[in-house]
């Protein structure tokens, strides 16, 4: 929550006009922690890194304090992975006191594309709820260099003529699958890097992960229709090296009947 402003409308008489004077009340202890787990407030259990290019090393901090009468011991629940470095403010926290969690996020070493999300777990004494977890997401996409000058035309260049597929109405028992292409326009290879689906009940696989200027790869995606009902609508990510189309979306879409 934002710092409170309150207007006078007669506050203030200059030279014979009138001007209106606001004043600034301090946050609240609620405003700046005011997301509880047990007997801790955060200022937040979410940060929010936004869109983030891959050479990208990101610090922020997570602030908290005690609100019960006793104690609170902090201490790191499991490994912190290698792409991150967590620093805790103490390892215990008096009551009515404050504390922090400073965090380095390096998405050069993450090697992951698209929506990620990675979880920082607090071990404590806290009676009411000990393990406290705070979320860290992100959308992580390929840094490219810049191209030296009138170069522009000498790079890798997707095209994907196709993105959706509409299956019509299959029943549960039924399992649909469609091939899409990618087809390389551009002077370099272009890179195949992942592929991410929206549900385990999508199969991907590719004819080849590295396509050469002027050739195209398959990508096979296989749809399982199995404990669905309805209309219905699956996608996968694939994420690539090309500068104007770092991430292409297909769709698998229809209605599955029992």
């Not at 006009?17 to 979410?46: C, M, V, W």
């Not at 070493?109 to 979880?119: E, I, M, P, Q, S």
Request: glycine share 6%.
């Amino acid at each position: 929550m934002k710092s409170k402003f309150i207007i006078f409308p007669a506050a203030l008489l200059i030279s014979g006009h009138l001007y209106a004077q606001a004043i600034i009340t301090s946050p609240t202890l609620e405003d700046r922690f005011g997301k509880k787990i047990g007997n801790l407030g955060f200022s937040e259990t979410t940060k929010k890194l936004g869109n983030i290019l891959s050479n990208t090393v990101v610090s922020d901090t997570f602030y908290l304090r005690n609100a019960s009468a006793n104690s609170i011991s902090l201490q790191l629940e499991s490994k912190i992975p290698s792409y991150m470095t967590v620093q805790l403010s103490q390892q215990s926290l008096a009551p009515s006191s404050e504390g922090y969690v400073a965090f380095t996020y390096d998405a050069s070493k993450k090697n992951d594309y698209g929506f990620v999300l990675d979880r920082i777990t607090l071990n404590t004494n806290d009676a009411v709820q000990p393990l406290k977890a705070l979320n860290i997401i992100a959308s992580i996409q390929e840094f490219i260099p810049p191209l030296p000058a009138g170069d522009t035309l000498a790079v890798q260049k997707a095209r994907v003529p196709v993105t959706t597929y509409d299956y019509g109405t299959i029943r549960q028992s039924d399992k649909v699958s469609k091939d899409f292409y990618i087809f390389n326009d551009g002077q370099h290879d272009l890179v195949i890097h992942k592929a991410k689906t929206s549900c385990g009940c999508l199969k991907t696989n590719f004819s080849k992960m590295q396509i050469p200027p002027g050739d195209s790869a398959m990508v096979s995606i296989a749809f399982d229709p199995f404990g669905k009902d309805g209309k219905d609508s699956r996608s996968v990510s694939v994420f690539m090296n090309d500068p104007s189309m770092r991430e292409v979306n297909f769709e698998m879409q229809g209605i599955v009947i029992k």
